[in-house]
């Protein structure tokens, strides 16, 4: 599995989350995992890490010598450990951000990502040459990682000892495609020819992910309804068509989480544990987080808001009606760092009404997990959302997410309605339109069902006592996976 983060490591959102938990378990069910990520800057656990390998790598004509450590985790309750082989090449990986620094792409991602792509290739190559191990599947996420699959599959001379591999990518967010001006496709090494619109060319851009897309024996995303959504141009980025055009379509596979990380029995970032029998500890945690984030210890709604500020997400929504929604008796959440604007609307509400709304701006995982469990009310308006791991966490963690109607949010909220009430599977709210009057009329439905004690418990016990593990899902993935071998053995 190549990733460009995953968690403990490195992580700015849930594809971190997704490639963590699915490899821990695929290790857990017996599969053995590699991981493939670049070695960022600070990301070093507890555990020493080995010199694995020294390789040379092809890049813009040059060979840049990395080195490759090896960590192996040990997952409980499975036979062997997970290996983590990180590409270490400091000019391009020890650097404050992941891919940008003071909200500026670093300039030269394009370099750093082919370095990594080439890289991850010459590991496989040395594990099958040179340690004699058997590489069924490469799995692949998004764009950083996509150029692998190309070069395995249109530079066969290079790569002959590869030719068996089978390749599945899984697109995790297509609103982020890797696209470069087209004259740095010279740094890519491919052949001019596939500088094409049948090719990585999109209008007169590079674009990773087309590649990727393109030369991927098979091709997935995170969630059934998401899968179908970017068939069309309202969802597909541009790259509809593209999608469209692949003979075994997209299938999709709805994320589960880590239910040991993300588990409000035991988790070591909340000042009292609870359960769905005794939900006393989450009263605990909720006056914890309103002093934490400066707001006064009162029994009112507390409406949270997790993540990315980005016009995916669409708190834009949100900020829009809070004056509105500070007529009623609540109070306002927010962890979230991203979009300039978006930072300046949610610094001026704060300033508006203090006592009211609780911000922390910047990234703070321990911070998430409290807010998670202290809040009643997880608010994910998303105008998209390939699957979304946060209204997972909030179901188990006893908090209610009101979300718009798309992607995995559709998938995975059962909307509050008089038949879901009935047989008690109802486990939050949505939204269709995605605009702040469609949210303003579910957070009004929420805050009054919530007064409503006996069915907000109701809708608080399906989400915690839903099955969210991986267990499901990692299965769905191995069965991808042997599709692709049996591919394999035929051709
Ligand atoms: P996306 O991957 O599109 O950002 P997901 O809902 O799949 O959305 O995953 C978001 C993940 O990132 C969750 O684990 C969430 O807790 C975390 N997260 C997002 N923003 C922050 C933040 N500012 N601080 C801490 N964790 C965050
Ligand atoms: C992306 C998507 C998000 C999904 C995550 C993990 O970041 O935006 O919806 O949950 O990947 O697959």
Redesign the pocket.
């Known amino acids: 599995m190549a990733a460009s983060e995953a968690v403990p490591y490195a992580?700015?959102?849930?594809?971190?989350?997704?490639v963590g938990a699915l490899a821990i378990e695929l290790t857990k069910s017996g599969h053995h995992v590699t991981l493939l990520m670049p070695c960022y800057r600070g990301r070093a656990t507890g555990e020493a890490r080995q010199l694995a390998m020294r390789l040379s790598v092809p890049v813009d004509g040059k060979s840049i010598d990395v080195t490759v450590e090896e960590e192996n985790v040990p997952v409980s309750g499975a036979l062997h450990r997970l290996r983590v082989l990180f590409v270490r090449y400091d000019p391009y990986f020890d650097r404050p951000g992941l891919y940008q620094q003071d909200h500026q792409d670093y300039p030269d991602n394009l370099e750093r990502f082919v370095l990594f792509c080439r890289a991850v290739l010459e590991i496989v190559r040395g594990l099958i040459e040179t340690r004699a191990e058997k590489v069924d599947v490469l799995h692949l996420h998004d764009w950083q990682v996509a150029l692998c699959a190309v070069y395995l599959k249109t530079l066969p001379y290079e790569y002959k000892g590869l030719d068996q591999l089978k390749v599945l990518l899984t697109l995790?967010?297509l609103g982020y495609q890797g696209t470069f001006p087209g004259q740095e496709f010279v740094k890519t090494g491919l052949p001019p020819s596939l500088f094409s619109p049948s090719g990585l060319e999109f209008y007169g851009a590079v674009n990773c992910l087309k590649g990727g897309i393109i030369f991927s024996d098979a091709v997935s995303t995170v969630s059934p309804t998401y899968a179908k959504e970017i068939m069309t141009a309202e969802y597909g980025c541009g790259l509809e068509g593209v999608l469209a055009s692949r003979a075994d379509g997209v299938v999709g596979i709805t994320?589960g989480i880590d239910v040991v990380t993300w588990n409000p029995e035991t988790d070591s970032y909340l000042p009292a544990p609870y359960t769905a029998a005794d939900l006393s500890g989450k009263q605990t945690c909720k006056r914890a987080l309103q002093r934490e984030l400066g707001l006064p210890n009162r029994d009112v709604p507390l409406l949270a808001v997790?993540?990315?500020l980005t016009f995916?997400?669409g708190f834009d929504l949100l900020v829009e009606m809070i004056p509105e929604l500070m007529y009623l008796d609540i109070q306002i959440v927010v962890?979230?760092?991203g979009d300039h604007q978006l930072e300046q609307q949610f610094i001026a509400s704060k300033a508006g009404y203090p006592h009211r709304i609780g911000l922390?701006l910047?990234?703070?995982?321990g911070?998430?997990h409290r807010i998670?469990a202290g809040s009643d009310v997880l608010i994910?308006p998303s105008r998209y959302?390939?699957?979304?791991?946060?209204?997972l966490?909030s179901l188990r963690y006893g908090t209610v997410p009101i979300v718009r109607r798309t992607g995995g949010l559709a998938d995975t909220v059962v909307p509050f309605r008089p038949s879901t009430v009935k047989s008690r599977c109802a486990n939050g709210f949505y939204f269709i339109d995605a605009s702040p009057d469609s949210l303003l009329s579910v957070l009004l439905l929420s805050i009054h069902v919530y007064k409503e004690r006996h069915t907000w418990q109701s809708l608080i016990h399906a989400g915690m006592k839903a099955d969210l593990s991986w267990d499901r899902s990692a299965k769905l993935y191995v069965e991808l996976y042997q599709g692709l071998q049996s591919r394999r053995k035929e051709s």
């Open positions: 992580k700015t959102g849930g594809l971190a989350d997704m995790h967010n994320n997790i993540g990315r995916q997400k962890l979230g760092a922390y910047g990234f703070d995982e911070l998430a998670e994910m959302e390939p699957c979304g791991l946060s209204q966490y």
